[in-house]
């Protein structure tokens, strides 16, 4: 069994059974890789789909990360502007494979790095602040205060 394609077939059967059209499977740039892109009635929709055997690496949900999300916000842009569809109305899913089961996390994360239903903290998405590093023309110059 390969539990990523087998994974993708699974939710795509799914949405497709709930009236979905599915319009691409693994669309690819140079930033990455979309799962699958439906569309949920007149919604385009990017769904990530992560599927796992086992609990030792974490939750499926888990896997969708800051980075994750940065990274399919990149490329769900690319795809927009391929297919000139910049401002239609669109969102990111998450479905969890595990088990044997489907979680499907509607809107699960916005294009901002934002979070809804997958309950990160939004302190997450904030770059560190620099620390250590002198910001006076004082402190630049090397004289001492």
């Known amino acids: 069994m390969r539990l990523g394609p087998d994974g993708e077939a699974r939710v795509a059967a799914f949405l497709e059974a709930r009236g979905w059209r599915i319009l691409e499977r693994n669309w690819r740039c140079r ?12 919604t385009l929709v990017f769904v990530e789909v992560k599927a796992r055997s086992s609990r030792r690496r974490g939750s499926p949900e888990e896997a969708v990360g800051a980075d994750k999300q940065a990274r399919l916000s990149r490329v769900a842009g690319e795809y927009l502007a391929a297919h000139g569809a910049l401002e239609r109305a669109c969102r990111f899913d998450v479905v969890a494979v595990e088990d ?12 901002s790095g934002g979070t809804t239903a997958l309950s990160a903290p939004p302190a997450r998405w904030r770059r560190p602040k620099r620390r250590g590093i002198a910001t006076s023309a004082r402190s630049r110059s090397g004289a001492r205060p």
């Open 31 to 42: 930033y990455g890789e979309l799962d699958l892109v439906a569309e949920d009635g007149r």
């Open 100 to 111: 044997g089961g489907l979680r499907h996390h509607k809107a699960a994360f916005a294009a």
